[in-house]
């Protein structure tokens, strides 16, 4: 794993947490519209940082 997943899933836990413990309604979305809209936005979004990385010649993790 690399630095970015963990800190990714720690503040994903992080945020989990803070919501149960002061009620708080999760920030996610209950249909499968939402879901997949969510899965959808994270692939682009680590797609365009492979792009943007193998660009500059950079290793990818």
Known sequence: MNKRMIAGILLA??????????????????ALVGALLVVSMTSGYQLAGRLLTARRGERVD
Not at 13 to 30: E, H
Request: charged letters at 5%; hydrophobic letters at 55%.
């Open 13 to 30: 836990m992080v945020i989990g947490a803070f919501c149960r413990l002061f009620g708080v309604p999760l920030p996610a979305p209950t």
